[in-house]
């Protein structure tokens, strides 16, 4: 089994844009969770905004925590 499988995707909105990259989002089950942007998204110099909707990974041991992989 792959480690990508285990992983949840869910969307969610940014609130807060804060240093080094993280952002605070506000999950569509109503939850606010800390994220970091996915290296192909800083690659790319993709920018986040608040307000922006983006797609975001959780691993199932940490629902805290999150990375964004995109930007919708």
């Known amino acids: ?8 995707q869910i969307e969610g909105t ?3 844009v804060m240093n080094h990259n993280l952002l605070r989002v506000s999950l569509s ?3 606010r969770i800390l994220c970091h942007a996915a290296g192909e ?3 790319n110099f993709i920018k986040v905004l608040p307000g922006d909707k983006v797609l ?7 629902l805290t925590r999150g990375r ?5």
């Open 56 to 62: 975001v990974e959780l691993s199932p041991y940490d």
């Open 1 to 8: 089994m792959s480690a990508n499988s285990e992983n949840i």
């Open 14 to 16: 940014v609130v807060e």
């Open 41 to 43: 998204m800083r690659l």
């Open 29 to 31: 089950n109503g939850h």
């Open 68 to 72: 964004v992989i995109s930007r919708k």
